[in-house]
């Protein structure tokens, strides 16, 4: 079976991190974000993987090759970001009749895949959600969808599509996407998958949705850190780091490499290989690979490879009914 991972994007609400590495690479909860989805469609039987690259997707394609040496890993360049369908149809010389899956590459999913491979049947991923405007959304008769709407200026369901494509037939779905931007139509300024899919609608092909109980979007700071926060809570990460004389407050995920000394760590902290934390409170807080911390109390942040952050003991004298903030 093959998947489809778009990854394009450069990530921009997320810089600086993104400036050197590409989103998919950010590590969460002890792993890459590709890494969490990549394990899924390994988990689901998936032999071959279509990377749709662009920013730093040298980066992307060979951290792919080198953790997944079982499966089979190609790629095609997305020059202009005008849309996924458009993304999607890159990958047509690579994708064959059998089931494809399409499955975006900045989201976190806790869900197995079972259901959206169905030979029989397109499937779609959806969870309900307050605010429908902001996603693609289907509208359903019986347990069969009739419409697919990306982005409604008025309500029409609450149904959101949450990156997860199954399609009973690759070349159903190429034909698709090549005669959605044959004809020019964008949606928003784009080439939609919402729209292709609407084209396979419109000619028969049956779709049906599953709901998935966790939906984790990595996509900007404060997010990236709620996706940790859930992750952890949920079993993920390691507790292999050299600690001294330190506390640890779980959930945390500190590998193999990490020296935490002299400090309070967690909870809800990821630390990357080799990083050291020395005399530091930290929590609720992303660290990457061979970072040093020292001397500080942070929360709430990210920080990424390589970097440094340190403070200073401070001496004080505070009379009676004082506050101090440091």
């Known amino acids: 079976m093959h998947a489809i991972i778009p990854v394009a994007g450069k990530g921009t609400r997320l810089r600086p991190l993104t400036w050197s590495t590409p989103k998919p690479l950010l590590q969460v909860a002890g792993k890459p974000i590709l890494g969490h989805i990549i394990d899924k469609l390994v988990s689901a039987g998936i032999v071959h993987v279509t990377l749709i690259v662009g920013y730093l997707g040298d980066l992307i394609v060979k951290w792919t090759r080198k953790e997944y040496p079982d499966i089979h890993v190609d790629f095609a360049k997305q020059n202009n970001m005008d849309g996924l369908a458009s993304a999607v149809d890159l990958a047509a010389p690579m994708t064959g009749d059998g089931v494809t899956l399409v499955v975006l590459g900045d989201t976190i999913f806790s869900d197995d895949l079972s259901n959206a491979l169905n030979p029989q049947r397109n499937m779609i991923a959806v969870k309900r959600v307050d605010d429908p405007s902001r996603f693609g959304v289907v509208l359903l008769e019986d347990d069969r ?39 020019g139509k964008r949606t928003r300024g784009e080439y939609q998958l919402t729209d292709a899919m609407q084209l396979m609608l419109d000619e028969g092909h049956d779709f049906g949705v599953f709901e998935v109980n966790e939906w984790l979007d990595c996509g900007k700071p404060e997010t990236f850190l709620e996706t940790n926060r859930i992750l952890l809570d949920s079993g993920y990460g390691e507790n292999r780091a050299l600690i001294v004389d330190s506390i640890v407050i779980p959930p945390v995920s500190l590998p193999e490499g990490a020296v935490i000394s002299s400090s309070i760590v967690g909870p809800h902290v990821s630390l990357g290989r080799d990083s050291r934390v020395e005399n530091s409170i930290i929590s609720n807080t992303v660290i990457g690979k061979r ?17 440094a952050v340190s403070g200073k003991a401070e001496k004080l004298n505070i009379g009676n009914s004082s506050t101090v903030e440091l």
């Open 145 to 183: 969808i009739v419409r697919l709407i990306e982005k409604p200026e008025e309500f029409i369901s609450n149904l959101a599509i949450v990156g997860i494509y199954g399609f009973s037939s690759g070349t159903v779905l190429m034909n698709a996407t090549s005669k959605l931007i044959k004809s």
């Open 291 to 307: 970072s040093k911390i020292d001397y500080v109390n942070i929360t709430d942040s990210i920080i990424g490879d390589d970097a």
